[in-house]
């Protein structure tokens, strides 16, 4: 299998923009899912297929994916933003058809 | 309201079995995929198993073999049989609802909404 690669931290100031970037070959090629998890609660999904937002979620909230990269970008950042992020692939080529990103903790400053 | 229950976690001997349960409202197991993610302590999201909406299922290649994911329909309700739990079995187990479908190009995108609050499962050595 392979390993979707996020860095293991990003902080931020409050009002600031925040960047998780998800890597591995040719991602663009794949739909690839975000999920917030506080702590001590269950994931939640905040993006899904690349830049689609479920409702609920705040416009805030945003995505893309292009080359080796998906990036998940949050705008105006919150204190309520900060948690482990995770992003996820489907790829039945996988021995987990289900792949997670190593995760993200944001920290807001 | 679209909810998923678990139930069933506990502390368990290594080469024992547990049954989880996931109980579903608001919508109707049979006709959804259905998978479970586990996370162990301080640790990231794994995959271990979906069951399709015609009753056939797929497995994590760490677990295939040793659980099985089940569904009564009459109860809505998921299970993951586990049997010759590890260590390494030790985890918070989710349930959560499979989200897919294919694009125009025949590419499959699937993810997982919602989720539930998790079991906890401990296997002793």
């Known amino acids: 299998s392979y390993v979707l690669t996020q860095p293991p931290s990003v902080s931020v100031a409050p009002g600031q923009t925040a960047r998780i970037t998800c890597g591995v070959n040719n991602i663009g090629s794949k739909g690839v899912h975000w999920y917030q998890q506080k702590p001590g609660q269950a994931p939640v999904l905040v993006v899904y297929d690349d830049s689609d937002r479920p409702s609920g979620i705040p416009e805030r909230f945003s995505g893309s994916n292009s080359g080796n990269t998906a990036t998940l970008t949050i705008s105006r950042v919150e204190a309520g933003d900060e948690a482990d992020y995770y992003c996820q692939v489907w790829d039945s080529r996988s021995d987990h058809f289900y792949v997670f990103g190593t995760g993200t903790k944001v920290t807001v400053l | 309201e679209v909810q998923l229950v678990e139930s069933g976690g506990g502390l368990v001997q290594a080469g024992g079995s547990l049954r989880l349960s996931c109980a579903a409202s608001g919508f109707t197991v049979s006709s959804n995929y259905m998978s479970w993610v586990r996370q162990a302590p301080g640790k990231g999201l794994e995959w271990v198993s979906v069951?399709?909406?015609?009753?056939?299922?797929n497995y994590a290649d760490s677990v295939k073999g040793r659980f099985t994911t089940s569904r009564d329909n009459s109860k809505n309700t998921l299970y993951l049989q586990m049997n010759s739990l590890r260590a390494e079995d030790t985890a918070l187990y989710y349930c959560a609802r499979v989200l897919h479908y294919y694009d125009r190009s025949g590419y499959y995108y699937s993810w997982f909404d919602p989720w539930g609050q998790g079991t906890l499962v401990t296997v002793s050595s």
């Open positions: 069951i399709y909406s015609g009753g056939s299922t």
